[in-house]
Every structure is written in structure tokens, then in C-alpha cells.
């Protein structure tokens, strides 16, 4: 039975599990879907997921499979890290270097940031290191990017 105040309930003890959560509206917002369902399916073992605007740090979509886990919190973070490289590089002159993805391997987690092509928007993924390699994690999130490229307006 689906009971609104019952999941009004839930949602203030963190965020809601196991359950893609859009928080843009308009055209795009089913390929962004999409695009999480994607990682989900070919992820079983997702900890959690985002696609998320750079240059706002807020998430377009997020997901989360453990209430402790916060997502869109992690954004915000992940955003940042990735502007910093993007100013050192651009301090640096670099060229044409551009951040393509970046990698934080914690003892038994990793969290891997692709941004597309444009640099304007990423997707975000966390899995557990025992259940899922780092290839398979970056193959997985190259299809989602593909799936999100043409649709995401800049």
C-alpha cells in the first residue's frame, strides 16, 4: 500500500534507498534516469551514483543503496575537486589537457568522477572494492556517459 506521509516519513532519516532520485525536470530528465538505471544494471553492487553539474556542484540524479551513504552531499565535494584540477591545470598551462576522470581509492571503496566531453557535467559512481574492479566500474561508466552526451544541454 503506498501511503504519501509513510514516505514523507522515511525521507527525513536521510536519503531514500535503492531509489533513483531526479532533481531536474524537463526533456533530459528521463535519459539522466536512464543513464543511472544503466550503471544499476550493469552494477549490481552500486553503492551509490550521481550525475551532476560542475560548475553548481548540485546532482541532476542520485542514488544511494545505504542511508549512511549521501550522495548529493558528496557532489558538492566531488565538483569542487574537480574545479581545483581544472584550475591547476589551466595555472599550469597545460595546453590542452583536460581532466578526463579521476579516482579515489579508499580501503575498500572506490570512487570514480568521468566527466563528458564538454567537462560541464559528470557522472559519479562508488562501488565496493571486493564486488566490482575498476575496469569493469570505468567500462559501465563510459556507456552511461554515451547514453547522456547528446541529451545534456550545456
Do not use: C
Not at 532533481?23 to 553503492?47: F, K, M, N, V, Y
Not at 568522477?113 to 565496493?128: E, N, T
Amino acid at each position: 500500500m503506498k501511503i504519501p506521509f509513510l514516505k514523507q516519513l522515511q525521507r527525513l532519516t536521510g536519503p531514500p534507498i535503492h531509489e533513483v532520485v531526479l532533481e531536474s525536470t524537463g526533456p533530459e530528465s528521463t535519459t539522466i534516469e536512464q543513464a543511472i538505471r544503466h550503471l544499476l544494471a550493469e552494477l549490481p553492487d552500486l553503492l551509490m551514483a550521481a550525475v551532476v553539474n560542475v560548475s553548481t556542484g548540485k546532482p541532476l540524479a542520485t542514488y544511494t543503496a545505504e542511508r549512511e551513504l549521501r550522495p548529493s552531499l558528496m557532489a558538492g565535494f566531488n565538483a569542487e575537486a574537480v574545479r581545483q584540477v581544472q584550475a591547476s591545470l589551466a595555472t599550469q598551462e597545460a595546453g590542452l589537457e583536460t581532466v578526463q576522470e579521476m579516482l579515489f581509492t579508499l580501503s575498500s571503496q572506490l570512487h570514480v568522477v568521468r566527466l563528458s566531453l564538454s567537462g560541464h557535467w559528470f557522472v559519479y559512481l562508488a562501488v565496493d572494492s571486493r564486488d566490482t574492479n575498476l575496469g569493469i566500474a570505468r567500462e559501465v561508466m563510459r556507456g552511461s556517459i554515451e547514453l547522456l552526451e547528446p541529451t545534456i544541454s550545456e
